[in-house]
């Protein structure tokens, strides 16, 4: 699988039965301002996360989000192939179109680390993998991630209201649904050049 390098990051695949990534993972899915703000539950132990790390984030195309300083996973981020029922109901998609999501350790809140790790992750879907247009959504009252796909360029395509978030139990929210296409990710990235 490929490794994405930026100025302060290691985009690489999770370590299937990697007790390390297992724990550094738990360390910051544990968390209950991280999880539920991605629509998931905080992990609750190391083999849960190691679980995870075999079942779920070791799909293609999803990275472990890693400090070079250190080789720690911090985050993860991934594009997939598998969007939400949110975005394939949404006029505009097409199969081959892929959903980009992230996440990242508490600590490393503010930092533009995501934003960093993401620009990589964007320049690889069209350059490397030829895709046509990325998708992504986040919670409407998540600010963060919005500011995020702000900075990426996903414009605001519709609000999908009331969605279940399946893996939170009975839990409903307002979904934001993004997109950014190779023609504008590509004028983004000339505009940054001038």
Not at 19 to 48: C, I, K, M
Not at 57 to 79: C, F, M, Q, W
Not at 149 to 163: A, T
């Amino acid at each position: 699988m490929t490794v994405l390098e930026t100025e302060r990051l290691i985009l690489r695949p999770w370590k299937v039965g990697d007790t390390a990534d297992a724990q550094a993972l738990f360390t910051y899915a544990s968390n209950p301002n991280v999880g539920p703000a991605a629509s998931w539950r905080p992990h609750t132990s190391v083999e849960e996360s190691a679980e995870i790390i075999r079942t779920v984030l070791n799909a293609p195309e999803t990275y472990a989000v890693v400090l070079k300083r250190n080789d720690e996973p911090i985050g993860s981020i991934g594009l997939h192939q598998q969007p939400s029922e949110s975005v394939i109901n949404t006029p505009g998609y097409q199969p081959s179109d892929m959903e980009i999501g992230y996440w990242i350790g508490e600590p490393y809140w503010g930092q533009g680390l995501i934003p960093e790790a993401a620009r990589a992750l964007l320049r690889h879907g069209f350059e490397d993998l030829g895709l046509q247009a990325i998708w992504g959504t986040h919670n409407v009252e998540n600010t963060k991630s919005s500011r995020v796909m702000d900075k990426l360029g996903l414009r605001l395509i519709r609000i999908e209201p009331h969605v279940r978030r399946e893996l939170l139990g009975d839990v409903w929210r307002d979904q934001a649904i993004r997109r950014i296409t190779r023609e504008e990710w590509e004028a983004k990235v000339a505009d940054a050049l001038d």
